[in-house]
């Protein structure tokens, strides 16, 4: 089953090498892994997205718990959340495409970036699902030269927040 794991870090070298680290040794794999500071400059929220029972998230989440560096840590999966992938992609643009490129752009709520003669530079926000569905139709339509895909962030919709932001907030 996908995970969705958030979790707040001291925002110091090597925090995140130490969580990615625990991952590998242990045998996990993370098919996503996004992570920024934070509005407190000294705290980065890192997100990651990966696959496995119950069981196997559980040990992760407590295994994550006893790194110093890891100040809160929540699984999103089962809780009312919302998540978005940024997708930057470069496709061939040609006079008989350049038109539909345009419109696919818009009907999925992208950004047009950049145009030139024979590209076409477009940005998409969307689940991670959805990206995938975007990609799926633009390869339909345009070959892709190039993409950056963001991987997943994702936050816990309504007043609840991770543990550690709201003793800040109360305190």
């Known amino acids: ?15 995140l090498a130490r969580v990615a680290g625990m991952f ?16 407190d400059p000294e705290v980065s929220r890192l997100t990651l997205v990966t696959f496995g029972d119950d069981a196997v998230i559980a040990q992760i989440i407590k295994q994550s718990r006893k790194y110093i560096d890891v ?18 992609v470069k496709v061939s643009a040609t006079p008989a495409n350049a038109a539909a490129i345009r419109e696919f752009t818009q009907r999925q709520g992208g950004m047009i970036l950049d145009e030139s003669a024979t590209t076409r530079v477009l940005q ?48």
């Open 1 to 15: 089953m996908r995970h969705i794991i958030s979790m707040l870090l001291q925002n110091e070298a090597g925090a």
């Open 24 to 39: 590998s040794a242990r045998g996990y794999n993370i098919d996503s892994l996004t992570v920024a500071a934070t509005h």
């Open 71 to 88: 100040l809160e840590i929540a699984d999103l999966t089962s809780r009312d959340h919302l998540e978005c992938e940024l997708l930057v």
């Open 124 to 171: 998409f926000t969307a689940s991670g699902a959805a990206i995938s569905t975007i990609l799926d139709g633009l390869t339909r339509m345009a070959p892709i030269l190039e993409l950056a895909r963001s991987g997943t962030a994702a936050i816990e919709r309504g007043a609840s927040v991770l543990g550690l932001a709201e003793s800040r907030l109360a305190g």
